[in-house]
């Protein structure tokens, strides 16, 4: 599977891998680059039937993402990594823990769920909206109401405006199938094996996986903290980029050889 991928400052010796969400690219994390890359030699790619990355036809299973991504690692020589995962990046993340445990040094899981569950009526019925626009309608009818549900506010126009452009851009074939792969996806039983340190980021203000689902999971996990950040929505590396950056650094300094 040939994965476009941007390695930051090669010559750091620990590598922090970071993996985006469900209908974006690598280009989500360009606000944690400043932070981390003084620090760390950061990974960023697009995942399978993302961005620049191989769109191969469906169908996608998460286990499969995770082993692209470890076949990328391999590519590279990297032994393991501290994995930081938005939303689908975080169930790649987590696939990738509980699979492949040396590849993952700690595991940040952020708005992300080991299965998901609609965000109440409101989120069944945006999930409904997205099904019906992806059978009938055009990729702007997808994204318009997801990027409404990340960045609500009136003064998030403009990001609002580039995520609609951004998941508009996707073709509806290797969306749909990302969607199902989410949808697929069931790690509850398999959470007693993630043996790493693991810390999940909650926005509280997440209209897209709830607050009650992150529980869960942290509820699963042998080394896990929750960690939740005010005023903020399902992107929090993006609308609370200052915090979630003290945070994941504050984190990641803990877990440095």
Known sequence: MKLHYTLHSPTHSETVLLLHGMGSSGDDWVLQLPALAPRYRVLTLDARGHGQSAKPPGPYSIPQMADDVIELLDDLKIEAAHVVGLSMGGCIGLQMAIAHPSRVRSFVCVNSFAKIRPAGLNGFARFLRRVWALNFGKMEDVAEPVARA???????????????????????????????????????PRLHRVKCPTLIVAGDRDLTVSLAVKKEMHRGLPHAELVIIPDSGHATPI????????????????QRI
Do not use: H, W
């Open 150 to 188: 990340m960045f609500p506010k009136p003064e998030q126009d403009e990001i609002r405006r580039l995520t609609v452009q951004r998941i508009a851009s996707n073709p509806k074939g290797p969306y749909r199938a990302t969607l199902r792969a989410c949808l697929n996806f069931n790690a509850l």
């Open 239 to 254: 609308d609370q980029s200052e915090k979630f950056n003290e945070i994941l650094l504050g984190f990641l300094s803990g």
